[in-house]
């Protein structure tokens, strides 16, 4: 068959001869023409701290590449990272993705190994090898070790929110917090609990889109680069034998990514990357699918936010597939990996080496995991909330709206002594939607007020348009959809009205007549929203964006496009 890359490379045209005189750089004579061009999409970046080890990863890739008869491309592609960029990284996980597309796209290259770790990047790079539908195998960077402060293990990103609700609590003094931040970070790698980079890495592999057996293992584990070397000859492989995205991902595929999650106890964020992945591929995947197939899940793994242990430790006591092996009969048998073979085919054999870590499903920390989706008055198209990492006493709760329009609104208010609220109150926290923010920021876990803390109040029900960081637990209900800023109910709340959440009848509501609610007009701080980017990214961003509940993808970069381009450079 012939290969993409022979477009550019084959044959005696002027045309050839430049694009193989460019490249060739001490490249061998029969580099090109026949060869397999393998992409290395490499976020690796000083900015992208979780991700700045790759360049060595990508090192081991090549050396896969070249062994199995390829040749190794670096493609530096836009990488986020999620502590450094402002205002959120997800504004720019559309933009990574339709720039990594366009690059696979007009570039010669046959097929691409996926390197990502921080939040946003697995996401982006999937959803543009969706798109461009070229082979693709994903190399998840890995977590980091276990760091400890005090002889206690230290979880990435959650003790961060622990500690700082200690500090406003009153209970933990403002240095030893700052004490232990040179803790905070062990090793290379992303974040340790099971926050979204962890959660996405481990679904990239449900997917099917990794070498089995890879999402999980540690960034300073030496079996990475074993396996990134093996990536990169599956990679080659993939190529010939045509094994494209739209050929393996299939809506069974994404059945077993929502199994995994729920069994995994992972992040919130899953849903609206996972939406946004099934969309660009044209397979029919909903909201409700993740609570009509998660909610029949046990929740197996004991990880930090929500459980005890870290990332390092799921790896030791068998990884993802000691966990799928104890769910195999929930998943599709069918489900297809990069290995050509289902993803059910490379379960044989696991087994739990520590059963505190992952349990079986007679020990399982919950019979029924996953993701619980809500509807009623306050989010008519859906909002979500992960029951697991939640308080069960407020799973059926009744309450005060005390209601927020922005997170400066937030910050000036919530710790101010005379504000209105109790521990019975709902807080609620608009203007934080795709649109609304822009980017949907990571800001729906907010901060209790510090009078209730002191008094200790530990966790309350918060309603929110926006996304909650993977490493961060409470009961929260977002995602609400459509959000204010798109004219969603929410923007119509005010303070004092009741707000009724009922997890086990799937409901969010605001007790006020649908009359009264189709009367009021929203907050004039949700329509100036809309108003406010007038140039670039932002711009288009806010024009084009879809809801939560589809994916927060634009709205023209839903389905694949393929990876054809008909017209010549010169
Ligand atoms: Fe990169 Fe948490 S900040 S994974």
Same mark, same amino acid.
Request: hydrophobic share 45%.
């Given at each position: 068959m012939p290969l993409r890359s022979d477009a550019?490379?084959?044959?005696?045209?002027?045309?050839?001869?430049?694009?193989r005189a460019w490249m060739r750089?001490?490249? +061998?004579?029969?580099?090109?023409?026949?060869?397999?061009?393998i992409a290395i999409a490499n976020t690796a970046s000083d900015l992208t701290p979780c991700n700045s080890h790759l360049n060595e990863v990508a090192d081991s890739v090549r050396q896969g590449v070249w062994a199995a008869g390829g040749v190794p491309l670096n493609l530096p592609v836009v990488s986020l990272g999620e502590t450094n960029v402002r205002p959120t990284a997800m504004l720019w996980r559309n933009m990574a993705a339709m720039a990594t597309e366009e690059l696979l796209r007009a570039n010669p290259v046959d097929g691409v190994v996926l390197l990502g770790g921080c939040?946003?990047?697995?996401?982006?790079?999937?959803?543009?090898? /969706?798109?461009?539908?070229?082979? &693709?195998?994903? #190399?998840?960077?890995?977590?980091?070790?276990?760091g400890t402060f005090r002889g206690t293990p230290l979880g990435c990103g959650t003790?961060?929110?622990?500690?700082?609700?200690e500090v406003r609590a009153g209970t933990l003094a403002d240095e030893d917090f700052l004490r232990s931040e040179s803790s905070m970070i062990r090793s290379r790698g992303h974040c340790n609990t099971m926050g979204t980079a962890s959660t996405m890495g481990l679904l990239a592999e449900a997917l099917g889109t990794t070498l089995p057996g890879t999402a999980g293992i540690p960034a300073a584990d030496s079996r990475l680069l074993a396996a990134a070397h093996?990536?990169?000859?599956?990679?080659?492989?993939?190529?010939?034998?045509?094994?494209? +995205?739209?050929?393996?991902?299939?809506?069974g595929s994404f059945h077993n990514a929502i199994v995994a999650l729920a069994a995994l106890g992972g992040s919130t964020n899953a849903v609206v990357h996972l939406l946004a992945i099934a969309g660009r591929l044209g397979v029919p995947l909903s909201?409700?699918?993740?609570?009509?197939?998660?909610?029949?899940?046990?929740?197996?793994?004991?990880?930090?936010?929500?459980?005890?242990?870290?990332?390092?430790? =799921?790896?030791?006591?068998?990884?993802?597939?000691?966990v799928l092996g104890e769910v195999r009969d929930l998943l599709d048998p069918d489900a297809l990996t990069v290995t050509g073979r289902p993803l059910v085919d490379h379960l044989a054999g696991t087994e739990i080496w520590d059963p505190e870590v992952i349990r079986t499903r007679g020990t399982a920390l919950q019979p029924h995991a996953g993701i619980a989706v809500l509807r009623g008055n306050l989010a008519p198209h859906g909002a979500i909330i992960? +029951?697991?990492?939640?308080?069960?006493? #407020?799973?059926?709760?009744?309450?005060?709206?005390?209601?927020?329009?922005?997170?400066?609104?937030?910050?000036?208010?919530?710790?101010?002594?005379?504000?209105?609220?109790? /521990?019975?109150?709902?807080?609620?926290?608009?203007?934080?939607? +795709?649109?609304?923010?822009?980017?949907?920021?990571?800001? &729906?876990?907010?901060?209790?007020?510090?009078?209730? =803390?002191?008094?200790?109040?530990?966790?309350?029900?918060?309603?929110?348009?926006g996304r909650m960081s993977g490493t961060a637990y409470g009961t929260v209900v977002l995602h609400v959809a459509p959000e204010a800023a798109a004219g969603g109910p929410l923007a119509k709340v005010r303070t004092g009205d009741l707000v009724v959440l009922d997890v086990a009848a799937r409901r969010i509501d605001v007790d006020v007549s649908d009359d009264e609610l189709a009367a009021r007009e929203p907050a004039p701080a949700m329509t100036a929203a809309l108003a406010a980017p007038t140039r670039g990214w932002e711009q288009l961003y806010v024009r084009t964006v879809t809801g939560a509940d589809t994916g927060a993808d634009l709205d023209f970069l839903v389905g694949a496009s393929g990876h054809a381009v008909a017209r010549e450079s010169h």
């Open positions: 550019w490379y084959a044959g005696r045209d002027r045309n050839a001869y430049i694009h750089r001490g490249a +061998p004579e029969d580099a090109f023409a026949g060869r397999p061009q939040d946003k990047t697995i996401p982006a790079l999937l959803m543009a090898a /969706a798109s461009v539908d070229l082979p &693709a195998v994903v #190399l998840p960077g890995g977590p980091m070790l276990t003790d961060v929110w622990r500690l700082s609700e093996e990536s990169g000859r599956l990679a080659v492989e993939l190529v010939r034998e045509d094994r494209r +995205p739209s050929l393996l991902l299939s809506a909201l409700d699918d993740f609570d009509r197939v998660g909610s029949n899940v046990p929740l197996l793994v004991d990880l930090q936010p929500a459980g005890r242990f870290l990332m390092e430790d =799921l790896h030791r006591a068998g990884g993802l597939h000691a992960k +029951p697991a990492a939640a308080s069960g006493h #407020l799973l059926a709760h009744r309450g005060r709206a005390v209601v927020f329009d922005s997170v400066e609104d937030l910050h000036a208010r919530i710790d101010d002594p005379g504000l209105d609220v109790d /521990a019975d109150s709902v807080l609620v926290l608009r203007g934080c939607g +795709p649109k609304g923010y822009p980017g949907m920021p990571e800001v &729906a876990n907010l901060p209790l007020p510090r009078k209730l =803390l002191r008094a200790g109040v530990r966790d309350m029900v918060r309603v929110c348009d």
